[in-house]
Antibody
Framework: QLQLQESGPGLVKPSETLSLTCSVS??????????WGWVRQSPGKGLEWIGS???????YYNPSLRSRVTISGDTSKNQFSLKLTSLTAADTAVYYC????????????????WGRGTMVTVSS | EIVMTQSPATLSVSPGERATLSCRAS??????LAWYQQKPGRAPRLLFYGASTRATGIPARFSASGSGTEFTLTIGSLQSEDFAVYYC?????????FGQGTKVENK
């Protein structure tokens, strides 16, 4: 059974860079979907899609974060990563990695498998 | 960007009652819509995709419908484990966007 696990620092200072990794087990990162994604949730708030890794081309990013975010994949380690630069308190959130599945029309986007999430606090 | 608007923000329902949640998109989605359930401290759980296709393991008391810009999630007879926050999400166009959520609480 496919499982995802986020890892990274729980506390990061303002202006620094956040690096998170999502380890995929129970399946290959190169099979079943090409759009592995990151979603975050600020405390008490809703869900925000950050971006998706696309092995068939360039990653897709939320325009609100595009200037600060990089998502990449490492097939040798069966994992993908998120980097977010120039952090502020507004980036404090639970960060989830997730796998989208295709619907009957072949559109990917509904996240059927999620990691447990990792809480990241931006504070000095 | 497609804006997703959910209503109501909070729905107070007694166990056994029916709950109806709405989601409206600012542009037509051609059924590229998903629904999620989230409980405190947990990751979201996929309920439906393709607007009305039930995800694996989702009980039959949950149903979803809609197309274009108007979508509905219905819980036929609310169980205690259904009290949670429900989100809709469009994946018709980048960036993928979520609604702000509807909290279903015990009346």
């Amino acid at each position: 059974q496919l499982q995802l696990q986020e890892s990274g620092p729980g506390l990061v200072k303002p202006s620094e860079t956040l690096s998170l990794t999502c380890s995929v087990s129970g399946g290959s990162i190169r099979s079943g979907t090409d759009y592995w994604g990151w979603v975050r949730q600020s405390p008490g708030k809703g869900l925000e899609w950050i971006g998706s890794l696309y092995f068939g081309g360039s990653p897709y990013y939320n325009p609100s974060l595009r200037s600060r975010v990089t998502i990449s994949g490492d097939t040798s380690k069966n994992q993908f990563s998120l980097k977010l630069t120039s952090l502020t308190a507004a980036d404090t959130a639970v960060y989830y990695c997730a796998r989208p599945q295709p619907d009957s029309s072949g559109y990917y986007g509904a996240f059927d498998i999620w990691g447990r999430g990792t809480m990241v606090t931006v504070s000095s | 960007e497609i804006v997703m608007t959910q209503s109501p923000a909070t729905l107070s329902v007694s166990p056994g009652e029916r709950a109806t949640l709405s989601c409206r998109a600012s542009q037509p989605l051609n059924s590229h819509l998903a629904w999620y359930q989230q409980k405190p401290g947990r990751a979201p759980r996929l309920l439906f995709y393709g607007a009305s296709t039930r995800a694996t393991g989702i009980p039959a008391r949950f149903s979803a419908s809609g197309s274009g810009t108007e979508f509905t999630l219905t819980i036929g007879s609310l169980q205690s484990e259904d009290f949670a926050v429900y989100y809709c999400q469009q994946y018709h166009a980048w960036p993928w966007t979520f609604g702000q959520g509807t909290k279903v609480e015990n009346k």
